[in-house]
Structures are given as C-alpha cells and as structure tokens.
C-alpha cells in the first residue's frame, strides 16, 4: 500500500550502473532505500542529494527480504528544499548508536574476515546502521582499516559518492559512520551468499 510522506536524504552511494539513496522518513520515523518506481536501483542522475527534503509516495518493496528490509518503490517525489546544517546533524546524532566496537554494529551478526559479511541464515531485520566506534579507521586505497598493534584486523571498502579524497586519512574515535550491508551474492563462487559491510559515509 502506497503512502505519502517526507523524507530527508541521508546518504547516496555508488552502485554498478546506478546509485542506492537512504533517506529518513520524518513521518513514520524509520530509515528507507530510495528506489525507481517498478522498484529497481536508481539511475546515476537521480536528483537526490544529501540533506535535500522530499515529499514522496512510495510503497514498501513487494519481495522484501531481511537484511534489506528498507526498500520503498518510488511513485512520486518532490523536493521540498534543504534541511539546514544544524537540524541536519541533530537528526543525524539522534540515530545514531554511540561508542560501538567493530565487533558490535549489526547486532554482532557481521562475520569478519579481514572484510565483513552477513550470511541468510543469520541476518537483522535492518541493512542500514550510523554508529560512532571506539576505535580509529584508517584509510588505505579505496578502505578504511582497523589497526591492532600494527597489523591491520578488520577492512571495509568505502562507497560513498563523496570523492575518497576528501575523507580524512583516518576517521578518529567517536565520529558518525554510515554502514550498509550490500546486496546477497556470491562473489566467492564458493555457492554461499553473502551481504558485505560497507562504509557509505561520514557525517564530520
């Protein structure tokens, strides 16, 4: 069933031919996954920016499956204007989950390996968490690393549509992360399926 509400974008990501929108919708207050209207991944162009105001009629995707339980079909959308810096970073801290370690974001269901996967016989009901950690990330190429006595443990490729260049070269203790589970998929043709954390964005 369609509903009308408005959102705030919070995040815009990279994605193989297209790009995955997150937004809040201040109405019934839980976090969405921007689709088109027959509920497939947006285009590149797609006019959502972060911090930008939608009115939107969407309707819950019609095969959800968990983690990814945030996908709402577009039918309409109209922008609004821009939710100013300082209401902005008050939504943004209000959902977020403060002092985390790694091993602690996603209900501890993550299954690290040097990078960080979910798996279908475990999963949240959620894909999309902002947390602060109790640790420093440190970027090397296109990740961010977690160090422990030098030697680099954990690794999350970043996707967000902010240049990587931008991002600071180690993101301290303490500051507002995006992670997002992607897809499930095989990518180690080993016939498990697999959801990867990711890194979407910094709010600093």
């Given at each position: 069933m369609a509903v009308t509400t408005n959102i705030v974008v919070l995040s815009k990501t990279s994605m193989t031919g297209g790009v995955c929108v997150g937004a809040w919708d201040r109405s019934n207050r839980k976090m969405l996954r921007l689709l088109d209207d027959k509920a497939q991944r947006l285009a590149s162009d797609a006019?959502?920016?972060?911090?930008?105001?939608?009115q939107i009629t969407y309707a819950p995707h019609y095969n959800i499956r968990p983690p990814h339980t945030e996908d709402a079909a577009v039918y309409e959308s109209a922008y609004i204007g821009d939710l100013n810096d300082e209401d902005f970073d008050t939504l943004i801290s209000s959902l977020c989950?403060?002092?985390?370690?790694?091993?602690?974001?996603?209900?501890g269901k993550l299954i690290w390996d040097g990078s960080a996967h979910m798996e279908p016989s475990n999963t949240?009901?959620?894909?999309?968490?902002?947390?602060?950690?109790?640790?420093?990330?440190?970027?090397?190429?296109?990740?961010?690393?977690?160090?422990?006595?030098?030697?680099?443990?954990?690794?999350?490729?970043y996707v967000g549509v902010r240049?990587?260049?931008?991002?600071?070269?180690?993101?301290?203790?303490?500051?507002?992360?995006?992670f997002s589970l992607a897809r499930f998929w095989d990518r180690e043709k080993d016939g498990v399926l697999r959801a990867y954390l990711q890194l979407s964005g910094i709010y600093d």
């Open positions: 006019p959502y920016q972060i911090g930008q105001c939608y989950d403060e002092d985390l370690s790694l091993d602690d974001i996603f209900d949240t009901n959620y894909s999309v968490q902002i947390a602060t950690l109790n640790c420093a990330l440190v970027k090397s190429g296109d990740y961010f690393e977690h160090f422990s006595w030098g030697t680099s443990t954990k690794r999350i490729k240049p990587l260049a931008d991002l600071p070269s180690t993101i301290a203790a303490g500051t507002r992360i995006r």
